[in-house]
């Protein structure tokens, strides 16, 4: 227990250098590791989000980590959503996330959309999976009723053999494919989970936590009692709740430069209340209808736009909607950091469109 106050500075320093935000961690598989999960059911926000806290190169290396046998495990977890994760953590949010979730979704296609047959086309798609990776289309020719699941496209052909753990994602784009997969079960799994959690969102609440996963807070707290005594109770100056403080956190020695983070980046989704880094009257510009994430533009650690990528044959342009003037001095920093991306990631060359300023209500 602490009697300790941060201002909302303090606070905010330490959550985004635990992001590595603010100072870079030493590359992809150790950013990974620091965030547990990356949302990734669009195609660029795992180099994105990976890019914007690390300087380390990335071309080819999410092609690695995602080929058979690589490193990363790209499957349904966290809000029952695309994550690509290191096999530890995916473990461990599985073993506490994946057997409500599979329930829950088997429970709406036998009872509502009355596939009765539900467990066998499961095995049978598992079976298929044992005997090579599959794409959709070839998974589907092979258990036809697969592709009568309500919204199959979409995972619900396939994802419940995901919260079973065995099934992950290889390969990236048109070469994706479902692979089969053996599943771990981690006891103890949502102390550990907490931990990692806090480690790289904390300052943070319990409701932050529950918000994160994606799970029920029924019996949550009770479960991770012995993890809350081993990090550090803290207040933040305007906020009337108790926060968690990992104890390896530490103050940053300089302000957060410029980052574009990614579409669903972890900082969006890490907190049920962002207000520390996104203002309120911002925040519709960022989380859209239809559980739409936009990509944000951090300057000195606060969202000051949105940002979109349009990639063209010779260049690649971070297409700008600002929420306040920007000066020459902060385009020429967007500038940087934006040539930097590029670079690290293997894109053509970097050009800034900066639209005018969003109007609020």
Not at 94 to 121: M, Q, T
Not at 126 to 146: F, N
Not at 267 to 281: E, I, N, R, Y
Request: overall charge positive; some cysteine; aromatic content about 8%.
């Amino acid at each position: 227990m602490s009697n300790r106050t941060l201002t909302q500075k303090e606070a905010r320093s330490l959550l985004l250098n635990n992001q590595g935000l603010i100072r870079p961690l030493a590359g992809p598989t150790e950013v990974l590791s620091r965030l547990v999960a990356v949302q990734t059911q669009y195609a660029q926000s795992l180099e994105v989000a990976i890019s914007a806290r690390c300087n380390s190169k990335l071309i080819g290396w999410e092609n690695q980590a995602l080929a058979e046998g690589g490193e990363v495990i790209k499957s349904w977890s966290l809000r029952n959503t695309l994550h690509a994760h290191l096999p530890e953590a995916y473990h461990l949010i599985r073993s506490h996330l994946g057997g409500p979730a599979h329930a829950r979704w088997r429970k709406h296609l036998v009872e509502k959309a009355g596939i009765l047959n539900f467990d066998d086309l499961l095995d049978q798609a598992h079976s298929a999976l044992q005997k090579g990776p599959l794409s959709r289309k070839e998974l589907h020719a092979l258990v036809p009723e697969l592709a009568q699941v309500p919204f199959a496209g979409w995972g619900g052909d396939v994802a419940s053999l995901a919260f079973q753990g065995k099934l992950r994602f290889i390969g990236r784009g048109a070469a994706q494919k479902f692979a089969a997969d053996e599943p771990v079960m981690v006891d103890d799994a949502l102390p550990a989970l907490f931990l990692r959690y806090i480690r790289a969102f904390g300052p943070a609440t319990f409701d932050d936590f529950i918000y994160w996963t994606g799970s029920r807070k029924t019996g949550v707290k009770a479960l991770i009692q012995q993890a809350i005594s081993q990090v550090e109770e803290v207040f933040i100056e305007g906020y009337d709740k108790v926060f968690y403080l990992h104890p390896d956190s530490e103050p940053a020695t300089k302000p957060c430069p410029v980052r574009f983070l990614a579409k669903f980046d972890p900082l969006a989704m890490g907190h049920k209340d962002k207000t520390l880094w996104l203002d309120s009257k911002h925040a519709p510009h960022v989380f859209r209808k239809a559980g739409q994430v936009e990509a944000v533009v951090l300057i000195d650690g606060r969202a000051v736009g949105t940002w979109r990528l349009k990639k063209q044959a010779q260049s690649t342009i971070f297409a700008i909607e600002p929420f306040q003037e920007l000066s020459k001095q902060k385009v020429a920093s967007l500038e940087r950091e934006a040539n930097k991306m590029v670079k690290q990631i293997g894109w053509k060359n970097s050009r800034l469109e900066i639209s005018d300023c969003v109007a609020f209500e």
